[in-house]
Protein backbone atom coordinates (compact mmCIF):
# COMPACT_ATOMS: atom_id res chain seq x y z
CA UNK A 1 0.00 0.00 0.00
CA UNK A 2 0.84 3.43 -0.84
CA UNK A 3 2.14 5.53 2.52
CA UNK A 4 0.28 8.69 1.24
CA UNK A 5 -3.34 6.82 0.15
CA UNK A 6 -3.14 5.51 3.38
CA UNK A 7 -2.54 8.86 5.38
CA UNK A 8 -5.12 10.56 3.39
CA UNK A 9 -7.43 7.58 3.81
CA UNK A 10 -6.77 7.99 7.57
CA UNK A 11 -7.34 12.36 7.57
CA UNK A 12 -10.50 11.51 5.79
CA UNK A 13 -11.54 8.94 8.88
CA UNK A 14 -10.76 11.57 11.06
CA UNK A 15 -12.15 14.04 9.28
CA UNK A 16 -15.31 12.26 9.22
CA UNK A 17 -15.14 11.55 12.48
CA UNK A 18 -14.70 14.91 13.67
CA UNK A 19 -17.64 16.06 11.80
CA UNK A 20 -19.56 12.85 13.13
CA UNK A 21 -18.57 14.49 17.05
CA UNK A 22 -19.00 17.93 16.11
CA UNK A 23 -22.47 17.07 14.81
CA UNK A 24 -23.89 14.38 17.20
CA UNK A 25 -21.45 14.17 20.46
CA UNK A 26 -20.42 17.65 20.94
CA UNK A 27 -24.04 19.13 20.92
CA UNK A 28 -24.78 16.28 23.50
CA UNK A 29 -21.73 17.57 25.47
CA UNK A 30 -22.09 21.18 25.24
CA UNK A 31 -25.62 20.54 26.73
CA UNK A 32 -24.85 18.65 29.61
CA UNK A 33 -21.78 21.13 30.06
CA UNK A 34 -24.48 24.30 30.33
CA UNK A 35 -27.11 22.32 32.43
CA UNK A 36 -23.48 21.75 35.09
CA UNK A 37 -22.67 25.25 34.37
CA UNK A 38 -26.64 26.27 35.37
CA UNK A 39 -27.05 24.18 38.56
CA UNK A 40 -23.79 25.54 40.03
CA UNK A 41 -24.56 29.11 38.88
CA UNK A 42 -28.43 28.30 40.69
CA UNK A 43 -26.52 26.54 43.78
CA UNK A 44 -24.00 29.56 44.39
CA UNK A 45 -26.96 31.89 43.95
CA UNK A 46 -29.30 29.80 46.27
CA UNK A 47 -26.07 29.30 48.67
CA UNK A 48 -25.55 33.61 48.66
CA UNK A 49 -29.45 34.03 49.00
CA UNK A 50 -29.05 31.18 52.19
CA UNK A 51 -26.33 32.91 53.38
CA UNK A 52 -28.26 36.36 52.99
CA UNK A 53 -31.35 35.08 54.85
CA UNK A 54 -28.71 33.61 57.85
CA UNK A 55 -27.70 36.34 58.31
CA UNK A 56 -31.02 38.75 58.13
CA UNK A 57 -32.55 35.40 60.76
CA UNK A 58 -29.14 36.19 63.29
CA UNK A 59 -29.74 40.17 63.11
CA UNK A 60 -33.67 39.71 63.67
CA UNK A 61 -33.02 37.13 66.53
CA UNK A 62 -30.57 39.32 67.56
CA UNK A 63 -33.43 42.17 67.88
CA UNK A 64 -36.09 39.64 69.36
CA UNK A 65 -33.31 38.87 72.16
CA UNK A 66 -32.47 42.78 72.50
CA UNK A 67 -36.46 43.06 72.86
CA UNK A 68 -36.89 40.70 74.58
CA UNK A 69 -33.77 41.67 76.94
CA UNK A 70 -35.59 45.36 77.29
CA UNK A 71 -38.86 44.19 78.03
CA UNK A 72 -37.70 42.18 80.25
CA UNK A 73 -36.02 45.12 82.44
CA UNK A 74 -39.13 46.93 81.90
CA UNK A 75 -40.84 44.01 84.16
CA UNK A 76 -38.74 43.85 86.49
CA UNK A 77 -38.79 47.32 86.69
CA UNK A 78 -42.69 47.58 87.16
CA UNK A 79 -42.17 44.89 89.87
CA UNK A 80 -39.82 46.70 91.56
CA UNK A 81 -42.15 50.13 91.63
CA UNK A 82 -45.26 47.86 92.22
CA UNK A 83 -43.31 46.62 95.37
CA UNK A 84 -42.14 49.80 96.45
CA UNK A 85 -45.86 50.97 96.56
CA UNK A 86 -47.07 48.00 98.28
CA UNK A 87 -44.24 49.05 101.02
CA UNK A 88 -45.42 52.14 100.73
CA UNK A 89 -49.39 51.73 100.87
CA UNK A 90 -48.88 49.23 104.08
CA UNK A 91 -46.89 51.91 105.30
CA UNK A 92 -49.47 54.18 105.54
CA UNK A 93 -52.15 51.79 106.15
CA UNK A 94 -49.71 50.91 109.47
CA UNK A 95 -49.33 55.09 110.13
CA UNK A 96 -52.95 55.24 109.74
CA UNK A 97 -54.14 52.16 111.91
CA UNK A 98 -50.98 53.10 114.64
CA UNK A 99 -52.87 56.81 114.49
CA UNK A 100 -56.31 55.42 115.12
CA UNK A 101 -55.16 52.82 117.68
CA UNK A 102 -53.43 55.97 119.50
CA UNK A 103 -56.64 57.94 119.05
CA UNK A 104 -58.60 54.82 120.53
CA UNK A 105 -56.36 54.58 123.25
CA UNK A 106 -56.25 58.67 124.58
CA UNK A 107 -59.97 58.31 124.39
CA UNK A 108 -59.89 55.56 126.92
CA UNK A 109 -57.63 57.63 128.86
CA UNK A 110 -59.54 60.23 129.12
CA UNK A 111 -62.43 58.46 130.34
CA UNK A 112 -60.83 56.19 132.72
CA UNK A 113 -59.45 59.81 134.02
CA UNK A 114 -63.37 61.39 134.04
CA UNK A 115 -64.26 58.26 135.90
CA UNK A 116 -61.41 58.74 138.19
CA UNK A 117 -62.28 62.08 138.89
CA UNK A 118 -65.80 61.48 139.28
CA UNK A 119 -64.76 58.46 142.10
CA UNK A 120 -62.59 61.00 143.64
CA UNK A 121 -65.26 63.41 143.71
CA UNK A 122 -67.51 60.64 145.48
CA UNK A 123 -64.95 60.03 147.78
CA UNK A 124 -64.24 63.24 148.77
CA UNK A 125 -68.16 64.27 149.32
CA UNK A 126 -68.36 61.56 151.43
CA UNK A 127 -64.79 62.51 153.39
CA UNK A 128 -66.60 66.10 153.45
CA UNK A 129 -70.02 64.78 154.90
CA UNK A 130 -67.93 62.97 157.20
CA UNK A 131 -66.46 65.49 158.44
CA UNK A 132 -69.44 67.55 158.48
CA UNK A 133 -71.09 65.05 160.78
CA UNK A 134 -68.21 65.13 163.27
CA UNK A 135 -67.38 68.68 163.49
CA UNK A 136 -71.61 69.31 163.90
CA UNK A 137 -71.60 66.08 165.99
CA UNK A 138 -75.37 65.13 164.39
CA UNK A 139 -76.06 63.35 161.48
CA UNK A 140 -76.93 65.33 158.37
CA UNK A 141 -80.08 63.99 156.30
CA UNK A 142 -78.41 62.64 152.73
CA UNK A 143 -81.87 63.37 151.13
CA UNK A 144 -82.51 67.10 151.40
CA UNK A 145 -78.37 67.71 150.85
CA UNK A 146 -78.14 65.95 148.11
CA UNK A 147 -78.09 68.83 145.85
CA UNK A 148 -75.47 70.64 147.75
CA UNK A 149 -73.58 67.67 147.97
CA UNK A 150 -74.03 67.50 143.98
CA UNK A 151 -72.78 71.03 143.53
CA UNK A 152 -70.00 70.88 145.82
CA UNK A 153 -68.98 67.36 143.95
CA UNK A 154 -69.22 69.61 140.52
CA UNK A 155 -67.18 72.31 141.83
CA UNK A 156 -64.49 70.24 143.33
Request: proline share 1%; net charge negative.
Amino acid sequence: MNIGLTLFAQSLVFILFVAFCMKYVWPLLKAAMEERRQSIAQGLAAAEEAERKLGEAHSGAQEELANARAEAAQIIEQARQRGSQMIEEAKNEARAEGERLLESARMEVAQEVNRAKEGLRRQVAALALQGAERVLEERIDRGRHERMLEKLAAEL
